[in-house]
């Protein structure tokens, strides 16, 4: 966050200050049903997206530990805890020969794309999508991808959260002694998550599409025939966008943008979409 700091003297400057969200040991057990609701939570959201399956320790490739990581969120003016379970990637055997690069718009990309929005007096607009990285490509998917490496990944959940584990439909007898955890999607601390959500994110836009510019490939550009007033066509651009890991930002006609961001929901669910104001609709 930025702070603006003035002085008696007259004199101002503005800072950067972190703020410093995370749980202390302290408060977590201070908050221990909240923070026990908040692991429940994190683990339900990794069974409903498929992320993983139970798995015989015996037939582990590849295992590694995990870790929760606590912070506070403030939503409604309340604060409240949330949880995120991160795998530990930096012991991960096969991490060495991993394809990583998922690269994101360079700075003159994303002018070009604020540009447009000025030159076309179009609305300016944003999206996030929510667990971005249980939303790329699956473990499965990527065995299909010509030229990427087949992976084999297990963890073991934190200590204690095999009881915590127990409480979702399925796993109520698991036991961590001979089980581990097979991951079907790549998460949170895994060096090859962001490409796998690069390469999904790709072939969506394409697919609605959106063509990666020359200049650079993560700005999108979509064309569309139409008429003109001589009785013949031309080809219209009518959506611009750049992409940033999980943040898209582009302009665009209002019923493309709409059309745009309903497709993004259907493949990755809900997608918060942010407009600015601008002179006039499209």
């Known amino acids: 966050i930025y702070v603006l700091r003035v002085y008696n003297a007259g004199k101002r400057e503005i800072v950067v200050e972190r703020e410093m969200n995370v749980l202390t040991l302290e408060e977590a057990r201070a908050h221990e049903v909240e923070v026990r609701q908040a692991m429940k939570d994190e683990l339900q959201r990794w069974a409903e997206l498929e992320a993983f399956r139970r798995y015989p320790k015996d037939r582990a490739e590849n295992i590694i530990d995990s870790r929760w990581v606590l912070k506070w969120k403030v939503v409604d003016g309340k604060k409240q805890v949330r949880a995120r379970l991160t795998v530990r990637g930096f012991k991960d055997l096969q991490a060495h020969d991993l ?86 999607r790549l998460g949170f601390g895994l060096k090859d998550a962001p490409r796998a959500w690069d390469l999904k994110l790709k072939s969506e836009l394409e697919a609605f599409g959106a063509k990666p510019t020359k200049a650079d490939g993560r700005v999108y ?62």
């Open 99 to 184: 394809k990583t690069f998922a690269a994101t718009a360079s700075r003159w990309g994303q002018r070009a794309v604020a540009a447009m929005a000025a030159q076309m007096h179009w609305r300016l607009w944003s999206a996030d999508v929510g667990q971005a990285f249980f939303r790329g490509l699956t473990i499965e998917e990527i065995k299909r991808v010509p030229g990427e490496q087949v992976r084999s990944l297990q963890f073991d959940l934190p200590a204690g959260g095999a009881q915590i584990l127990r409480l979702l439909d399925g796993y109520k007898d698991f036991n961590p002694s001979v089980e581990c955890l097979d991951m079907l």
């Open 221 to 282: 550009v979509m064309h569309v025939s139409r008429r003109t007033a001589g009785g013949g066509s031309s080809l219209v651009l009518v959506l611009m966008l750049s992409t940033h890991v999980d943040d898209l930002k582009g302009c665009g006609e209002r019923d493309v943008v709409l059309a745009l961001w309903k497709h993004l929901e259907k493949s990755f669910g809900t997608c918060l979409l942010y407009t600015s104001p601008s002179p006039r609709d499209s």
